[in-house]
């Protein structure tokens, strides 16, 4: 249901291509997802979980060359967005994502590999990029993972 009106608001967005100053619109969206790697194995598994409440910065620099800043949290199904209109000739050009922190109580390392994210955004107004999930672990992995 939540995706649903995601891509609703988007696409009522996308439709107001003309602001009122006559400048093109464009709208642009990041998704990605933070996993619990329970055993480690940097893979996602039937043992693993989404990650309620972590942190993701993402940057975006725009085709006029400024800097924009974004903070995510994920939701509980570990979800994380960010989503931006502006005009058409300031939109995004390329993109970081990178995980800041996991708030879960057993899953707080950074997985191996699992850095940040640079990509080129190529999409038209009212899509979106996914990016490729970041994992967490636990300082031990449990025994029936050995």
């Known amino acids: 249901m939540d995706e649903w009106k995601n891509k609703l608001v988007l696409i009522v967005l996308s439709l107001s291509v003309i602001s009122p100053s006559g400048v093109r619109a464009w709208t642009g969206e990041i998704h990605g997802r933070v996993f619990c790697d329970v055993c480690g194995d940097s893979s996602i598994g039937p043992e693993d979980h989404p990650l309620e409440g972590a942190e993701v910065a993402v940057l975006c620099i725009t085709k006029s060359g400024e800097v924009l800043n974004y903070q995510a949290f994920t939701n509980d199904k570990g979800i994380y967005r960010v ?51 970041f994992l967490y672990r636990p300082p031990n992995d449990p025994v029936y993972c050995m």
């Open 83 to 133: 989503a931006e209109t502006m005009p058409e000739s300031e939109r995004w050009d390329a993109c970081l994502a990178r995980p800041i922190s996991s708030f879960h109580e057993h899953c707080t390392h950074l997985g191996s590999g699992t850095t940040a994210v640079k990509f080129t955004y190529n999409r038209p107004s009212g899509y979106s990029h996914t990016v490729r999930s």
